[in-house]
């Protein structure tokens, strides 16, 4: 894997400005292969705990790092890590990861990505009806690995650059399924796109002639939700290290599991980003 470098001040102006941001070549190939495998076995069983099948024939599994070890490499990516603690801070952890399977579809059969239900949206919609989009900052940011082949019909997923500061919704013209400004990004197999839970987005057209598998590794801050199932097996782990213990949940506690003082949970991430740099984090 990649050592950590600390985070570009560009690519941290980027995101700022567009919401997105895409970091190449952060998914190592071997890696890879192994989410992918583990994905083709997990859809092809019959387990529905943490099953996230959709009407529009979507399948996947939310949680797929307690799941299958072939994910646990992604909770702290060597590659990506650095740009998230730069982009939020110290204290976060892992909000979810959620496997996806998108068929790929003919325009006939499609019930989703049509004029009527065009699918654009923004996460964490629950945040903005209890604060309000204008109140609502940025509060997670969502790391998608695809784990399938990119291209043009790949069903890459389609952003808006910049709508996170947007209060209004994007508009999309009548008759049609993405806003005129909507991107879909030009990446290769082994690069990541990070976006945020203001911006607006879309899963795109998938018309490959195969599935396309994706995982979206979620992270926000320590003080917000899980969105997965809690998984405290996992934490019994002996093979994670302090960071990853953290960025899968571990609470404010002493190690004889009394109560310590709140966001002292932080700590691994805040020492490893003092190795990292003498930046401060934001
Ligand atoms: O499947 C996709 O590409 C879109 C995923 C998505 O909308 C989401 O993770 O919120």
């Not at 389609?158 to 806003?179: A, K, L, N, Q, Y």
């Not at 995982?215 to 290290?241: E, F, K, S």
């Not at 009394?258 to 003498?278: F, Y």
Request: proline share 10%.
């Amino acid at each position: 894997m990649t050592t950590p470098l600390a985070p570009d001040p560009e690519q941290r102006a980027t995101f700022d400005r567009d919401g997105l941001l895409i970091l190449r070549g952060a998914l190592a190939p071997e890696v890879r292969d192994r989410a992918a495998a583990a994905a083709v076995r997990l859809l092809a069983s019959d387990r529905t705990v943490g099953r996230d099948r959709s009407v529009d024939g979507k399948d996947g599994f939310r949680g797929v790092v307690a799941l299958d070890e072939a994910f646990l490499p992604l909770v702290a990516n060597p590659a990506v890590l650095p740009t998230l603690v730069g982009l939020l801070s110290p204290n976060i952890h892992l909000m979810s990861s959620n496997l996806i399977s998108m068929p790929s579809l003919p325009d006939e059969q499609r019930t989703i990505r049509v004029p009527s239900r065009h699918g654009w949206h923004h996460d964490m919609s629950s945040t903005v009806a209890d604060l309000g989009v204008e109140h609502t900052p940025r509060l997670a940011i969502k790391v998608a690995y695809f784990l399938t082949d990119p291209g043009p019909d790949a069903g890459l997923t389609m952003f808006v650059p910049g709508s996170h500061t947007r209060t209004g919704p994007v508009t999309v013209p009548e008759g049609d399924i993405d806003p005129p400004s909507a991107i879909t990004p030009d990446i290769g197999p082994y690069d990541v796109v990070l976006f945020e839970n203001r911006t607006w987005h879309a899963g795109g057209l998938n018309r490959s002639g195969h599935e396309r598998l994706a995982v979206m590794m979620q992270y926000g801050y320590r003080w917000l939700n899980a969105v997965d199932d809690p998984a405290p097996g996992i934490l019994d782990r002996p093979d994670l290290n302090a960071v990853e213990r953290q960025l899968v949940g571990a609470r404010d506690r002493h190690p004889d599991g009394s109560v310590a003082r709140e966001g002292s949970g932080a700590r691994p991430l805040t020492d490893w980003w003092k190795h990292l740099t003498a930046a401060p984090a934001r």
